[in-house]
């Protein structure tokens, strides 16, 4: 009987993928943000919110961010995404502006607000929703159901936290 019930359960194992089996997510593109501090690459969760990365892709592969600025920063998080924070004399307006084009749609998920979490930033209505990324630096589980997590930092977390006001995105891709 306990032989057959391991052989059930390395069957069961077998046909469960192996990512699923480590509890990791399921595998998306990756955005990689360089600044002079360091690099910090973002899987992003196409399959949970499809058309808020299909935009996000979109304008970082049109070199959207490059240049831009960081023009937030708290203790819980950093924001960026405007472009006017390209021009410094602009740095009292930075923050509100973003691309343009809004999603239209607000593709809550199972992901929570977790320290290196990446969101989308609005300013009242999650359909709203456009240019502007936040990383989460802690837990911030005020924001669940009222902002979009599109995504999850994979690597450079401790680049987030030393990033500052002003400090510039030097280059932003996409790798499949």
Same mark, same amino acid.
């Given at each position: ?7 059930? @359960?390395?069957?069961? &194992? ?5 990512? @699923? ?22 899987? !992003? $969760?196409? %399959? ?5 990365? @299909?935009?996000? !892709?979109?304008?970082?592969? /049109?070199? $959207?961010?490059?240049?831009?600025? &960081? /023009?937030?920063? *708290? ?9 006017? %924070? ?12 973003? %691309? ?6 607000? *593709? $809550? ?21 456009? %240019? ?14 009222? /902002? ?5 930092? !994979? ?7 030393? !990033? ?13």
């Amino acid at each position: 009987m306990r032989r057959l019930m391991i052989a059930t @359960a390395l069957a069961l &194992i077998a046909c469960v993928p192996l990512a @699923a089996q480590r509890g990791a997510a399921p595998a998306g593109p990756t955005m990689v943000i360089e600044t002079l501090k360091g690099t910090i690459e973002i899987q !992003l $969760f196409r %399959s949970e919110s499809p058309k808020s990365v @299909a935009h996000v !892709l979109d304008l970082a592969t /049109h070199n $959207f961010y490059r240049g831009q600025r &960081i /023009h937030r920063v *708290e203790a819980s998080l950093v924001q960026f995404g405007d472009p006017k %924070s390209r021009d410094v004399s602009m740095r009292e307006w930075w923050g509100r502006q973003g %691309s343009g084009s809004p999603i239209g749609v607000a *593709e $809550f998920n199972k992901h929570k607000h977790i320290r290196g979490a990446v969101g989308l930033a609005h300013t009242g209505n999650a359909a709203y929703a456009d %240019s502007q990324l936040y990383i989460c630096k802690a837990a911030m589980p005020s924001l669940d159901g009222k /902002h979009v997590v599109i995504g999850q930092v !994979l690597k450079g977390m401790e680049v987030v936290d030393r !990033l500052q006001v002003a400090d510039v995105l030097r280059n932003v891709t996409v790798r499949e």
